[in-house]
């Protein structure tokens, strides 16, 4: 049976597994099972995420791979589960950095910061450019960029750009969903990202945030 765990490292976020490794040696061991396949998949695409090809770049039988990671949609469910967890750590750091900070511009920090993570996350890039999502890995990217449209709420509640309310967070998630989009538009056209697009994307979510921070009077916008 799929036993769905909290992986090290995940943000607390579950991973469906085949099986749960108990022992450090066994959770080291996918550790690099993933590590391989994240090597994998940027130096051959979505596709050659088969167990053959991953046991075989991670130097362990393709029986002890499928202990925990059976077929090809549960390593590309596992690396995506990883790249959430970590931009969803990210957007945590930038919320306590806002809690003790003053942005002149959080609409350029925010894009800033995400496109520094796109430049380096070539895994991420492989995986949301191809096209072998599986329907977990798409209800989970969904999951994912509701958690995100929170971290921008907390962002502009601790800059005291908003109040908190349910039109904030339904504001947050389409400032995210349409950031996303432009992101990843801006990074199919240049590895390092279309300046003139990331400009645009920021120009556009300014204007939108702007709007938001102006629906609540008494507070700065």
């Known amino acids: 049976m799929d036993d769905p765990v909290a992986q090290p490292g995940d943000g607390g976020r579950h991973v469906t597994l085949r099986r749960t490794p108990q022992q450090a040696r066994s959770k080291a061991r996918l550790a690099r099972v993933l590590e391989a396949a994240e090597r994998v998949l940027v130096g051959e695409g979505v596709q050659a995420l088969t167990t053959t090809r991953v046991a075989a770049e991670a130097r362990v039988s393709v029986g002890s791979l499928y202990q ?15 790249y959430f967890a970590r931009l969803e750590s990210a957007m945590d750091d930038l919320v306590r950095a806002a809690e003790a900070e003053r942005w002149d511009d959080p609409v350029g920090v925010l ?3 995400y496109a520094a993570i796109y430049r380096t996350e070539h895994g991420f890039r492989a995986l949301w450019f ?46 995210v969903l349409a950031a996303d989009a432009l992101s990843q538009e801006a990074f199919r056209r240049d590895p390092e990202g279309d300046p003139g697009l990331l400009d645009e994307a920021k120009l556009m979510l300014r204007g939108y945030l702007t709007g938001v921070a102006a629906r609540y009077p008494g507070l700065p916008s």
Request: aromatic share 2%; hydrophobic share 45%.
């Open 68 to 82: 925990y990671l059976p077929d090809r949609d549960a390593i590309v469910d596992a690396l995506a589960a990883g």
């Open 111 to 113: 894009v800033d910061a």
């Open 130 to 175: 191809g096209s072998g999502l599986t329907e977990r890995t798409r209800a989970a990217d969904r999951a994912h960029k509701r958690r995100m449209a929170d971290g921008v709420r907390r962002v502009l509640l601790a800059l005291g750009l908003a109040r908190d309310d349910e039109a904030l967070a339904r504001a947050c998630h389409a400032a």
